[in-house]
């Protein structure tokens, strides 16, 4: 099976809390035979999000639910704002969603066949060798977030633990400032997906957390 880059990230911390019964879940379609991964809008992703909240609350209503969210992830999270959702852990946080870091990581120079087409549907080649596929909605709903006020408002409904990678390479340097004091940070070495020995400091730390 065709993986993207990050994917195994949150699989590989799941693994970590045996005791814990996890939900794994992407925003994305992809289809093996194209090697494509198509994005859905981020207003989708919010609603998938939710369902499968509502979900599992439904099936086991004595349940305590914890997120875990990555990347973009922990917008899609703090848009939805969830109630009742005990601790959510934000790994790599987006602090910054203006589409000048985009076009910068897919120029068409350091990324042959990278088009962004913000009216029509761009094709972003990934380094796990897939074709992502971002429909023009996503960038028109991307460009109208506020990340700062969609983490406060939900830090307020939920105890939010920040885990930001010191050398982000897809992030960039975080500024936290401005973020609720609710908020608590927890600055740790790796890059964006924490890869090599940063994966273990990383699964010690939410174990520590869930646990």
């Not at 379609?29 to 198509?38: A, N, P, R, S, W």
């Not at 005990?86 to 602090?95: D, E």
């Not at 761009?122 to 460009?143: D, F, K, M």
């Not at 890869?195 to 400091?201: F, K, L, T």
Request: overall charge negative.
């Amino acid at each position: 099976m065709i993986k993207p880059v990050f994917m195994g990230l949150l699989s590989n911390i799941a693994e970590m809390l045996p005791e814990v019964e996890s939900i794994l879940f992407d925003y994305f379609e992809i289809d093996e035979v194209k090697k494509t991964l198509t994005t859905c809008a981020i207003s989708e992703q919010v609603v998938m999000l939710n369902d499968i909240i509502k979900k599992t609350r439904k099936e086991n209503p004595e349940s305590i639910i914890d997120l875990i969210c990555h990347s973009q992830g922990t917008i899609v999270a703090a848009l939805a704002n969830p109630k009742g959702i005990r601790k959510s852990i934000l790994l790599a946080p987006s602090f910054d969603m203006s589409l000048e870091r985009t076009f910068k990581r897919y120029d068409s120079k350091t990324r042959p066949g990278a088009k962004i087409d913000l009216d029509g549907t761009s094709i972003l080649p990934e380094l796990g060798g897939l074709i992502r596929i971002v429909p023009a909605v996503y960038w028109a709903e991307r460009v109208l977030i506020k990340p700062f006020d969609a983490y406060n408002t939900f830090a307020e409904n939920t105890e939010m633990i920040m885990i930001i990678a010191n050398q982000d390479e897809i992030a960039g340097k975080s500024d936290p400032t401005g973020l609720n004091p609710k908020v608590k940070q927890i600055f740790l070495d790796g890059n964006h997906g924490f890869h090599g020995n940063d994966r273990e400091s990383l699964n010690k730390i939410i174990r520590e957390i869930i646990i």
